[in-house]
């Protein structure tokens, strides 16, 4: 979840499981560039593929998710 395309890939999947191609199209991706950020996700635990071959997210990425979202707002509210 250190990079943008990581968390716009949770935040497509999060609310219904999506196929490599619809993640493709929304995310404006390259196929070799989806597959690695999927593949990283996949192994840490974060996304899983069901049997027909969309990306979901698991109750770990929810949490990571929720995480990485408070943080980012917390950012936000510092002053500097």
Known sequence: MSSPPK??????????PKSFSELQKKL?????????????????????????NRY????????VDEVVKKALKASEEIEF
Do not use: C, F
């Not at 979901?56 to 949490?63: C, F, K, N, S, Y």
């Open 56 to 63: 979901a997210i698991t109750p770990l990425g929810r949490d």
């Open 28 to 52: 404006k991706m390259t196929s070799g560039n989806l597959n690695y950020h999927l593949l990283r996700l996949t192994s840490a635990g974060l996304l899983t593929k069901d049997t027909e």
């Open 7 to 16: 968390v716009g890939i949770v935040n497509e999947v999060e609310d219904q």
